[in-house]
């Protein structure tokens, strides 16, 4: 089992940068691809971007590649969103999500492949 918390969500401008935190409390977190999605108010879930449990692999959404970026400290148990140049499409609740099946040189983008979830953190940002 494991339990992910997300915090550094906020309240931002346009063309400002946030950095989200994922702590992940659980024995084979290292081992796992770790991701973050988000949702905006009337839209379905969506992939933002992912990172492999070896941390050699990521992948991101088209939107966000040259803004936002995923890295993973496994000595804090955390993984990192550092999100640059935010426009207001970008606000969501974002959610922090663990896949304990996968090869750790891959990484799955579907909501359905993730086995945990954190509860989520605020990001909206204002023109």
């Known amino acids: 089992q494991v339990q992910l918390v997300e915090s550094g969500g906020g309240m931002v401008q346009a063309g400002d940068s946030l950095r989200l935190s994922c702590a992940a409390a659980?024995?084979?977190?290292?081992?796992?691809?770790m991701a973050w999605f988000r949702q905006a108010p009337g839209k379905e879930r969506e992939f933002v971007v992912a990172?492999?449990?070896?941390?050699?692999?990521?992948y991101h959404q088209d939107s966000v590649k040259d803004r936002f970026s995923i890295s993973r400290d496994n000595a804090k148990n955390t993984v990192y969103l550092q999100m640059n140049s935010l426009k207001p499409e970008d606000t969501a609740v974002y959610y922090c999500?663990?896949?304990?099946?996968?090869?750790?040189?891959?990484?799955?983008?579907?909501?359905?492949?993730?086995?945990?979830w954190g509860q989520g953190t605020q990001v909206t940002v204002s023109s």
């Open positions: 659980g024995r084979t977190y290292s081992s796992y691809c």
């Open positions: 999500a663990a896949d304990r099946t996968t090869s750790p040189f891959v990484v799955v983008t579907k909501v359905y492949e993730y086995d945990y």
């Open positions: 990172i492999s449990g070896s941390g050699s692999v990521t």
